[in-house]
């Protein structure tokens, strides 16, 4: 049974930092790509970074360039998202998924596992 979970959310003030952790369980974890999502409230869930399975590629969307960054430890089975520079913009649910795919194309998640989520609320 594959498991995802999320964790390290929380309140943080503007400009302010947080990293989140996401820890998966029963599946060939190196064979996965891996990325973060976000559904601010009352939006639509979207892709904000992805780390390909050999975590040599990495992606982000445009917001977040330059104040986010994805990271993995496959020995840990762990991903990890550092946060900086937050904005209140960036509130919202953060979700892990991890899809058996190699690289983050565009439709990398459409089998994904994905997370409960872990609420991220940036105060100004």
């Known amino acids: 049974q594959v498991e995802v979970a999320e964790s390290g959310g929380g309140l943080v003030q503007a400009g302010g930092s947080l990293r989140l952790s996401c820890t998966a369980s029963g599946l060939n974890y190196d064979a996965y790509s891996l990325g973060w999502f976000r559904q601010p409230p009352g939006k639509e869930r979207e892709g904000v970074a992805c780390?390909?399975?050999?975590?040599?590629?990495?992606y982000y969307t445009d917001p977040v360039k330059g104040r986010f960054s994805i990271s993995r430890v496959n020995a840990k089975k762990t991903l990890y998202l550092q946060l900086n520079s937050l904005k209140p913009e960036d509130t919202a649910t953060y979700y892990c998924a991890a899809a058996w795919v190699p690289y983050c194309s565009a439709s990398w998640s459409d089998n994904a596992y994905w997370g409960q989520g872990t609420q991220v609320t940036v105060s100004s």
């Open positions: 780390i390909d399975r050999s975590g040599g590629a990495t």
